[in-house]
């Protein structure tokens, strides 16, 4: 028995409704994942966005540690480990703490330039 053989309009045929076939299950695809997204829009962007926020908490509290070895060059090693500790992470605390104490400071500023500029009303 002879197999046969296919031309080549034949073979170009055959892959045009292999194509067709493939970019018929692509689409179905396609629509599933955009349905999907339409649906549950929400909670993704709000998994998306506490999953970033907890992975930057954990990677700054990796930074913090009582164990630490490494200690500030001027200072050196001491016995006691909260100081160790504060000064292997100055420039974590220095940041803390100028977040905290920015918006007070710019209250003050602002209260005393406008103090300043427009003086004490007598009542």
Do not use: C, H
């Not at 709000?46 to 992975?55: C, H, L, Q, V």
């Amino acid at each position: 028995m002879r197999t046969y053989k296919l031309t080549p309009l034949e073979q170009l045929q055959l892959e045009k409704k292999k194509v067709r076939e493939e970019r018929a299950v692509a689409e179905q695809r396609l629509v599933y994942q955009l349905q999907y997204i339409n649906d549950n829009w929400g909670s993704l962007i709000t998994r998306g966005i506490s999953s970033s926020i907890k992975n930057k908490f954990f990677e700054r509290m990796e930074g913090i540690s009582v164990f630490d070895t490494v200690a500030a060059p001027l200072i050196g090693k001491s016995s006691n480990p909260w100081l160790n500790f504060a000064t292997s992470n100055l420039p974590l605390l220095r940041n803390v703490a100028w977040g905290l104490l920015k918006p007070a400071l710019m209250a003050y500023a602002t209260k005393k330039i406008t103090s300043l500029i427009f003086g004490k009303r007598k009542k």
